[in-house]
Antibody
């Protein structure tokens, strides 16, 4: 059974960089895509971006200028960096595995395993 | 404001059938598959339905999904107390070139 665990500081100061790591166990990080999603207090889920095990990325345009997602296959981990954070970035951050494939002409794209999430508060 | 629109709440009594709607546009639901996730606060969200109406292994057949045009629905039959959770729809958006979610529906089992 694949398991994901987020880790990183729970408190970040405004204007600084939020850094989180997701450790994958029970399976290999290749050949999958991996993603970050967040949920601000009282709000719905927001997709942040994803990375392929080889390193190619795709980010939510609303966060693209501040987001970097990277992967370390040797450690079976991938990471999120979000720069210049403000209180609006306070959220529970989730990591998840992406399943994407073609079946005939149909393209499937969904998140099949998720971490428990970690709360990051932006405050001075 | 979420790209996909869901009712903020839904409710039902044990044994009842409940449906949760998800409305989008031609750039997301209208052209791509819809997935549904179940989330109990404090736990990892769980994939409930993928590809509009496919259930992952282990998801009871009480849960079913459907799609028509730019809208989708999640139906839960034989409602149970453990179904009380938040439910989110999601789809790929061709304009965003990324994933969009609904705002979530909080299901209460009365």
């Amino acid at each position: 059974q694949v398991q994901l665990q987020e880790s990183g500081p729970g408190l970040v100061k405004p204007s600084e960089t939020l850094s989180l790591t997701c450790t994958v166990s029970g399976g290999s990080i290749s050949p999958y895509y991996w993603t970050w999603i967040r949920q601000s207090p009282g709000k719905g889920l927001e997709w942040i971006g994803y990375i392929y095990y080889s390193g190619s990325t795709n980010y939510n345009p609303s966060l693209k200028s501040r987001v970097t997602i990277s992967v370390d296959t040797s450690k079976n981990q991938f990471s999120l960096k979000l720069s210049s954070v403000t209180a609006a970035d306070t959220a529970v951050y989730y990591c998840a595995r992406v399943r994407n494939y073609y079946d005939s002409s149909d393209y499937y794209f969904y998140f099949d395993y998720w971490g428990q999430g970690t709360l990051v508060t932006v405050s001075s | 404001q979420s790209v996909l629109t869901q009712p903020p709440s839904a409710s039902g009594t044990p044994g009842q059938r409940v449906t949760i709607s998800c409305s989008g546009s031609s750039s997301n639901i209208g052209s791509d598959f819809v997935n549904w996730y179940q989330h109990l606060p404090g736990t990892a969200p769980k994939l409930l339905i993928y590809g509009n109406n496919q259930r992952p292994s282990g998801v009871p057949d009480r849960f079913s999904g459907s799609k028509s045009g730019t809208s989708a629905s999640l139906a839960i039959s034989g409602l149970q107390s453990e179904d009380e959770a938040d439910y989110y729809c999601a789809a790929w958006d061709d304009g965003l070139n990324g994933v969009v979610f609904g705002g979530g529906t909080k299901l209460t089992v009365l």
